[in-house]
């Protein structure tokens, strides 16, 4: 089984540099996790005004907000919630501490 995961991780990072190698590309966004703790993310976009700029960022998050939400199974507004709380907390939480906002938001349900 770990072989069968560790080729679907390769395909998905081999498809990502291919998608990176396209010089159609306007947008990105780029999250790294290393050893489960270190996020490294970049960002990068072109546009002719702020407007596009804005409406580009916009685009991408809502993508990932629904591809995050296909994967776990849940509605995208549970994860846009979740998210925005941990945006908000992001500096003060350590991957640790991550899992304990997890707990306490089960808790209360």
Do not use: C, W
């Not at 998050?61 to 995208?76: C, F, K, Q």
């Amino acid at each position: 089984m770990a072989d069968d995961s560790e080729k679907a991780f390769d395909d998905e990072r081999q498809n990502a540099r291919e998608l990176l190698d396209d010089e159609s590309i306007t947008a990105f966004y780029l999250g790294v996790i290393r050893d489960g703790e270190t996020a490294d993310t970049t960002f990068a976009q072109t546009a002719d005004d702020p407007e596009q700029e804005g409406l580009q960022a916009l685009s991408l998050l809502a993508t990932h907000v629904r591809i995050v939400s296909n994967e776990a199974g849940v509605d995208p507004a549970t994860v846009a919630g979740d998210a925005a709380t941990l945006a908000g907390r992001m500096e003060e939480l350590s991957p640790e501490g991550l899992a304990d906002v997890e707990d306490d938001r089960h808790a209360d349900l």
